[in-house]
């Protein structure tokens, strides 16, 4: 029986996908819901998996080659091989079985790429996923038991034996060219201005030292961060100054009645945004928990679209890789993003006394054809006023 692989449903705000990786070929045996192509769109990488067990018949849209919503991009052929499987005999069936299993071995997106950049064979690491699936987790253990390895067969070869001014040319990928225009379109068609302020994190930290091993054991192992306080300041903050949480939308400004608030999120892909869904109603606890679950399915590639889509604010955490001070650009169609930065220790005169104080600089770009300097001044002054007195976010004043 034959059937039609279809390219995944892309929603409206995805035009087209590319396919990134073929994981079987034509007449390799496949088993059903086995990964065999990964079609990467402008945010995430979608897995298609097989339907039966058989195997592909012909491939219509090779790797590069770009896809439409639900295109049909090879043939599959249910059933072949188990039809194959009578006619061979006992013995060359042990004998096949455990090069089958070299050859089928699964390995996830995140997994491969990873392998690649350090050139490793995937299928070489043992996998930790189901039905031996290698994972991204595995290759990194992989190469703590062997970093030497790894570090001294590329770099002697290409630098020492030739002696030649290396180069490597990689197409910029999907998910990377659309940041790209993203960013230049937030610079080019908005009047982007950022101002700047400094809050004081000793509060936040004396109540995360106090209750964070309560706070864990009362809501089932949830750590208490500093970015569910953030989320909570800027949810109080965007109710004050509604203005701040509103887009233009050609001639019209669009104010929403709710908070849905992006957190940026580091992949070896690129950057994305998974949005925190009505944020002001989201306890400590949820907010943690769910920019975890967000972290975690970000690096391995199984956030869905829908949950990158729409957002009305946004909070990005350079401080996690050393920034003291940055200008983020905007989240279009969003008119301001939250840059947190570096917790660094400074004196800072308190009460005509030099105390020695953990601070931390913050950065509100927005756009300024939409907010004055005094909406978005006193929006980011009473983010640094609740964070730097907490209890004001438990009680809304």
Sequence with gaps: MSIEIKAPTF????????????????????????????IETDKVVLEVVAPADGSIAEIFKGEGDTVLSNEVIAKFVE????????????????????????????VNPA??????????????VAGSGKDGRV??????????????????????VAIEATGDRVEKRVPMTRLRKRIAERLLEATSTTAMLTTFNEVNMAPIMALRAKYKDQFEKSHNGARLGFMSFFVKAAAEALRRFPVVN????????????YQDIGVAVSTDKGLVVPVLRNAENMSLATIENTIRDFGARARDGKLGI??????????????????????????????????MHKIQERPMAVNGKVEILPMM???????????????AVQ????????????ARILLEI
């Design 135 to 156: 994972l991204k987790e595995d290759v990194a253990n992989h190469l703590k038991s062997a970093p030497v390895v790894a570090a001294t067969t590329v770099a002697p």
């Design 111 to 124: 997994a491969r790429k990873m392998a690649e950049e350090n050139n490793i064979n995937a299928a070489a």
């Design 306 to 339: 829908e949950e990158m889509s729409g957002g009305t604010f946004t909070i990005t955490n350079g401080g996690t890789f050393g920034s003291l001070l940055s200008t983020p650009i905007l989240n279009l169609p969003q008119s301001a993003i939250l840059g």
């Design 11 to 38: 929603p409206e705000s995805v035009a087209d996908g590319t396919v990134a990786t073929w994981h079987k070929k034509p007449g390799e045996a496949v088993k059903r819901d086995e990964l065999i192509v990964d």
């Design 361 to 375: 600089y913050l950065a509100l770009s927005y756009d300024h054809r939409l907010l004055d300097g005094k909406d």
């Design 246 to 257: 509103a887009s233009i939308d050609g001639n019209d400004v669009v104010y929403h009645g």
């Design 79 to 106: 059933g072949s091989a188990s039809a194959s499987a009578p006619a061979a005999t006992a013995a060359p069936k042990a004998e096949a079985k455990p090069a089958a299993a070299t050859t089928e071995k699964a």
């Design 379 to 390: 929006f980011l002054v009473t983010i640094k006023d609740l964070l730097e007195d907490p």
